[in-house]
């Protein structure tokens, strides 16, 4: 059966559905590539833009022709990641208490002297591909645990976040449910108030700043402990690149 016609399986009212079917007209009339993408990927489109048709048609558009561009084998090997893979700043590990995969983030282990942009777009795409990978049947998005703890302007790489966040929402619409900023250094806040500006209205609401104090509440009203990092009091030990092999 060809998935593009079970759209029901996971809600949705009759008159979203309505939408994505206008949605895929509009799209494939002029690139037929959205013919290879299912309707829940039209629905995210779609939601990403409040429900406007033609604005997520024309961010659904752009995504079909970088789609391509920054995946030309349709995936990213590691070997074209290699570097960023060896530096250990994000674990794909464990699941919160929904069953949406988790990320765990170390911006104190990014050195900008080191980075090559171009791999670090890759890499976002990696990581982001992956996660989705990583994503039960019944959810579509993940949620991220961002530990500034040692961060400093030494680590500090604007360019770099706003590539990141670019990509996760021009290309990844809808997949994102929260970020939880963990040990935030004063320091932080001078880039925060960069990038702020540059994250969409609807992404905004999804980054909560955690404080020390409600830090372990936090995390395990969240995640269960056999899901949580040891660092953090958990069971879960977190498993290196280069551990994994």
């Known amino acids: 059966m060809d998935c593009r016609q079970v759209v029901n399986h996971r809600g949705g009212d ?5 939408q994505v079917a206008e949605l895929r007209a509009v799209a494939e009339a002029q690139d037929p590539a959205c013919k290879e993408e299912d309707e829940l990927t039209l629905r995210r489109f779609l939601r990403a833009r409040d429900h406007n048709v033609g604005k997520a048609s024309a961010m659904l558009l752009k995504y079909l022709k970088w ?6 084998n349709g995936f ?3 070997e074209e990641v290699a570097n960023e893979l060896a530096q250990d700043k994000l674990y794909l590990q464990g699941l919160d208490k929904l069953g949406r995969p988790i ?28 996660t989705v990978s990583r994503l039960p049947e019944d959810q579509e998005k993940f949620v991220a645990v961002v530990d500034l703890k040692g961060w400093g302007y030494s680590n500090c ?7 990141a966040l670019e990509i996760m929402q021009n290309y990844y619409p809808e997949r994102l449910a929260r970020v939880l900023l963990i040990h935030v250094p004063y320091v932080f806040m001078a880039a925060w108030k ?30 269960d402990e056999t899901q949580l990092p040891e660092m953090y009091g958990g069971k879960m030990k977190l498993v290196s690149a280069a551990e994994r092999g």
């Open 157 to 163: 790489d604007i360019r770099a976040y706003l590539a």
């Open 67 to 72: 789609k391509p561009a920054a995946k030309p």
């Open 194 to 223: 960069i990038i702020y500006p540059f994250i969409d209205d609807n992404t905004k609401k999804k980054f909560v700043f955690v404080s020390d104090k409600e830090l372990d509440k936090t995390l395990r009203e969240a995640i």
């Open 14 to 18: 009759a008159a979203e559905w309505k």
């Open 76 to 78: 990213i090997a590691e």
């Open 103 to 130: 990320i765990y983030a170390f911006p104190a282990r990014h050195d900008p002297k080191k980075r090559d942009l171009d791999e670090l777009k890759r890499y976002v795409t990696y990581v982001l591909d992956k």
